[in-house]
């Protein structure tokens, strides 16, 4: 109902209030759920829903404006989000969504007269390998989009034909896996059962994953070993002994989508690596943090979950072990990049704003609720599953003596065989760019926006912790391909995503937007200059050092990348040899001139400033 029906909505927002138990921190959820019926969140309702939870309605205002899959204002019933990463554009994303804004007669982010429908776009969704892709209520999907697919889905839309009678080719997600290694081939049928894993000492399990070397498959590269043992050993508070494991599904960077894979083909081996980190540092306690794009996997790992629940894998006694209780539960994100830091992710699942903590203490000491925590991501979980039954001399002896064990890349953009490839880390990206049919590359961009752009002349270096380290995402760009552009989408990417909590990163990444804006409108115009580079250079320094959190750091990584390896997309665009104001002055004071019948012009206004 997009007009808002306030019994209706009261009570629906009652019923998942109920099946909540009234948890403030399930804020979240309640928020999801409710809006899953309501299709928006109007303010009587969102103070209905705060005073249920005895909530200041400000905070959960703060919430509901905070992530960007909730409506505070009415939305159409049927709601087309495009996926609006870089590859998707490179595929003709943009051109499909104008032709489908033209044949429902909408224009992005808003909705038609009769409140059916509204289009537009979202960051990327995790598809890049089968895109252009879009979301459909934020919990259905549609790959590979085409004009013919456009027309039909228009044809749908304006016939009001209900989502669950399309095409079902048209919700295929497919998982591509050019190349498997240990962790996408599975684990062997003669491995030993999580109850023989479990049975073994805590110390025991902490000690073999330390032998293995395993570093986290996040980005950030932290021992897992080191970061587990801090978390047994860290002291509670009056809390109680409680800890808790954390697995960061919230695989939000651009270009990443090996944790989809892992999570739809490889879920029991991360719930095993989850229930052994449990065992390993006396949690009680686990979550499994699902990004929103990813909400059509919830019904399937959930009955993943329930099976397990079943065979005694969970639960009281888990695995058969008496004395050891470890369930897990799955929160549902709402969309927000930043809630991939952890504990940005961790303030999320108390029910709040994902925005960054200040560290320390850090969430091995106090995360979730005030419990000592890990978080690691779902490639990581599943590594443990397997280093803890075939051993930490075997995963070690995998990769470089510093980089040990595999690494899954997602590929896509200018290649023949967009998909999955693992490999040992150690190996060269040219192999990689061999393998997956990638002609005439000019860069690739490898871990993300907030990773590393690679030129060719890099292309000999390796996948590494200490060479090119990477989150998993690996874009390709050809020759044809205006990097300028690229650093451009990415840096709009940033500004979009920022939490908003330090100056720097909310203002700074803007900046950078709006520099870029100009250095684009100049090619022809002359109206960029080396002054712009400068300023480009200057806050690229400030948000690397001086923002709260790691979003900020990194949000000018393609723009410094790009400058220094492809400095001449950004000159071609300097055609003035001095300063040129982003906006006309004298245009700015025209109207209040007119207001008071003055006629001075501003070349006088000029002349007068410099007599």
């Known amino acids: 109902m997009t007009a808002f029906d306030q019994p209706l909505a009261f009570h629906a ?107 537009d776009r979202a960051s990327c969704t995790g598809l890049c390998d089968q895109g252009p892709a879009l979301l459909i209520n934020h919990h259905q999907v549609i790959t590979r989009l085409d004009a013919d697919r456009i027309e039909a889905l228009a044809a749908l839309m304006l016939s009001e034909v209900p989502v669950d009678d399309w095409p079902t080719e ?96 490889h879920a029991d081996a991360v719930f095993d690596g989850m229930t052994i980190a449990a065992r390993a540092i006396g949690a009680q306690q686990g979550w499994l943090y699902l990004r929103g794009e990813y909400r059509y996997l919830l ?76 978080v690691n991501n779902v490639e990581t979980f599943c590594a443990v599953a397997h280093i803890a039954r075939r051993g930490g001399d075997w995963w070690s002896g995998i990769g470089l003596a510093s980089s040990t064990g595999t690494k899954i890349h997602s590929v896509s953009g200018d290649c023949e065989r967009p998909g999955l490839y693992e490999y040992p880390l150690g190996t060269p990206i040219a192999r990689i760019l061999a393998d997956c049919g990638a002609h005439d590359a000019q860069a690739v961009q490898v871990g993300g926006p907030s990773g590393t752009c690679v030129p060719a002349s890099g292309f000999q270096r390796r996948i590494a912790f200490d060479d090119v380290p990477s989150a998993g995402a690996f874009m390709v760009f050809n020759g044809t391909r205006d990097l300028f552009e690229v650093a451009r989408h990415f840096a709009r990417f940033f500004a979009h995503e920022s939490c908003g909590l330090c100056t720097p990163c909310r203002v700074g990444t ?47 990584n393609p723009l410094r990348d790009t400058l220094a390896h492809f400095g001449e997309v950004y000159t071609s665009r300097t055609g003035t040899p001095q300063f040129e104001p982003e906006f006309d002055l004298d245009a700015e004071l025209s109207a209040a001139r007119r207001v008071t019948g003055r006629t001075d012009s501003g070349a006088h206004l000029d002349t007068e400033h410099k007599s």
């Open 510 to 556: 803007e900046l950078v937007v709006r520099r870029l804006d100009k250095l684009a409108l100049a090619r022809g115009a002359g109206r960029g200059s080396a002054f712009d580079l400068q300023r480009l250079h200057e806050l690229d320094e400030l948000l690397h050092s001086g923002t709260h959190c790691g979003l900020g750091a990194s949000a000018c």
């Open 170 to 265: 048209w919700f295929r997600v497919d998982n591509t896996v050019h190349r498997a290694d240990a962790l996408l081939t599975g684990l062997p049928a003669d491995a030993p059962g999580l109850s023989t894993v479990i049975a073994r000492e805590p110390q025991a399990l902490l000690d073999d994953l330390a032998r293995s070397g395993l570093r986290g498959r996040g980005g950030a590269g932290f021992p897992t070993a080191r970061k587990w043992q801090a978390c047994r050993d860290a002291d509670s508070d009056a809390s109680g002994p409680q800890r808790c494991v954390v697995c960061n599904a919230d695989e939000g960077e651009p270009g990443t989508f090996k944790d989809r894979a892992l999570l739809s083909e």
């Open 13 to 119: 927002a009652d019923a998942v209030l109920a099946r909540w138990g009234h948890d403030p921190h399930a804020l979240v959820q309640v928020l999801r759920e409710t809006q899953a019926q309501t299709h928006w969140l109007p303010r009587d309702l969102l103070a209905h829903i705060a005073q249920a939870l005895r909530l200041p309605l400000a905070q959960v205002e703060g919430v509901a404006t905070f992530y960007r899959f909730f409506h505070t204002r009415p939305v159409g019933r049927l709601r087309v989000l495009f996926s609006d990463n870089i590859t998707d554009r490179l595929l003709g994303s943009e051109a499909l969504l104008s032709r489908l804004c033209e044949r429902l007669g909408v224009v992005p982010g808003q909705i038609d007269a009769q409140g059916r429908f509204s289009v």
């Open 299 to 374: 019904p399937q790992l959930q009955a993943v979950l329930e099976r397990r629940r079943a065979s005694g894998l969970l639960g009281a006694n888990a695995a058969g072990l008496a004395g050891f209780g470890f369930d897990i539960g799955i929160h549902l994100g709402a969309g927000a990049y930043v809630c991939g830091e952890e504990s940005a992710l961790i303030e999320s699942l108390e029910g709040k704003r994902g925005s960054p903590r200040i560290r320390p203490p850090f969430p091995v000491e106090r995360g979730y609720l005030g419990r000592p925590t890990v």
